[in-house]
């Protein structure tokens, strides 16, 4: 037996906004053209998650629609040859509301009988790596259309002009992706836990060493982006606590530093490849960015160019930041996973393509290969706050709005 005794906490902030908006949702329990076994796995799952708390996967005491989907998809596809399908009626933006379920309060003398010992995607869908404390958030395998939308394309193409759109944004193609579970960590590494990898190693950065023969680390000053030899991941040129995100480290760096982190745990963990980093970042979404096409709930998600900066296009809102933020500090997004746009753009592990071929789905062992980064910056226009806009430079680059988080196998 099992005694409940914790509290339902007060009403989070994003719950509350959730349920202010009209919403339309549907939760299947297979694919279409899939058999559903005679003893339905989908239903008792269904129960489980509301009844056990298994769905609650943030663990705030609600259980959102998109929550319910992704505890499904995780658990009866362990089971049965089936895929249970969710998301929003087509009729709704899906930067409206959410459906949510709300557990109820706890009473002590509450006792529920405990359900056989499985593993759970609720036991499992989160971990923390014992070096440095990185949380990372199980994200169960699927298949998406990974790229431009061709509502985002018709947009950046009126903004721009085809010229323009052609230079920046046509490798940024639609064509279907399929990827296996995997692990992601919730926040990007820190300037704290990039910190102890230095003081542990007495590790020169690229920007330290003058790698490529340039000096420091590239920032944007006076219209253009130059080189300063002072600036490095501890002295970007802006004032950081030990949570921000650390920047100023090169693709070279954030390899170096996981496999200080591998030794030291014994583990595997590496950085994600770039269609893993997209399908987390969209979440099953499809609109540009995962709260949906509104600029005016960037400021919720995210650290952007916001209407605090002069520059030709902004947000319409205030993040509150100038540079970089906290991690955590803003909303997550469907999969629990902070600051995953804006704050740092993001070192993925793929060799960048002008046309995907197939590098997207797989790390690069190459020594000259370009590296894919991802997500927009605390310094990007709206346009390149987008789940399908894509950066690449060689792995000795370094500038201030680019940083990391790590990626786990399943099976490690």
Not at 153 to 181: F, M, P, T
Not at 209 to 228: F, H, L, M, P, S
Not at 339 to 347: A, Q, R, S, T, Y
Request: proline content about 6%; charged content about 25%; some cysteine.
């Amino acid at each position: 037996t099992v005694f409940k005794t914790k509290a339902l906490p007060p009403e989070p902030p994003h719950i509350t906004r959730a349920t202010a908006l009209p919403i339309r949702q549907f939760i299947t329990a297979g694919d279409a053209g899939e058999e559903v076994p005679a003893r339905s796995v989908f239903t008792p799952a269904f129960a489980d998650a509301l009844t056990y708390r298994w769905g609650d996967l943030n663990g705030d005491g609600y259980v959102t629609g998109m929550e319910l989907g992704l505890y499904l998809q995780a658990k009866v596809t362990e089971h049965a040859r089936q895929s249970p399908q969710f998301g929003k009626h087509p009729d709704y933006d899906l930067s409206r509301g959410d459906f949510v379920f709300r557990l109820a309060a706890a009473q002590p003398s509450e006792i529920v009988t405990a359900p056989p010992k499985v593993d759970a995607p609720a036991t499992r869908s989160m971990r923390r790596e014992s070096k440095t404390g990185s949380e990372f958030i199980f994200i169960p395998k699927g298949c998406f259309q990974m790229g431009q939308p061709e509502s985002e394309r018709i947009a950046l193409v009126e903004e721009l002009g085809e010229s323009k759109y052609n230079q920046w944004y046509a490798d940024e193609s639609v064509h279907r992706v399929c990827v296996e579970s995997f692990w992601l960590a919730k926040h990007e590494v820190t300037v704290d836990q990039f910190r102890r990898f230095v003081k542990a190693t007495g590790y020169r950065t690229d920007a330290e060493q003058n790698a490529g023969g340039v000096q420091g680390c590239t920032i944007w000053d006076e219209g253009k982006w130059v080189w300063r030899a002072s600036h490095s991941w501890s002295n970007p040129g802006f004032t950081q606590s030990e949570h921000h995100p650390v920047v100023c480290v090169s693709w070279n760096d954030a390899n170096d530093y996981i496999e200080w982190l591998n030794r030291e745990t014994g583990s595997r963990y590496r950085l994600p490849t770039e269609a893993e980093w997209e399908y987390a970042a969209r979440a099953g979404t499809q609109t540009p960015r995962f709260w949906g096409s509104e600029g005016a709930r960037a400021c919720n998600y995210a650290s952007v160019v916001d209407r605090s900066l002069t520059w030709t296009k902004v947000f319409p809102c205030h993040d509150g930041y100038e540079y970089t933020a906290p991690v955590g500090t803003f909303a997550p997004n469907p999969y629990t996973l902070h600051d995953i746009l804006g704050n740092v753009w993001e070192w993925t592990c793929s060799a960048y393509t002008t046309k995907y071929s197939g590098s997207e789905t797989r790390c690069t062992n190459s020594v000259s290969a370009r590296r894919v980064f991802r997500g927009g910056s605390w310094d990007s226009s709206p346009r390149d706050v987008s789940s399908a806009r894509r950066g690449d430079a060689l792995p000795d680059y370094r500038v201030y709005n680019i940083g990391f988080r790590l990626a786990q196998d399943v099976a490690q």
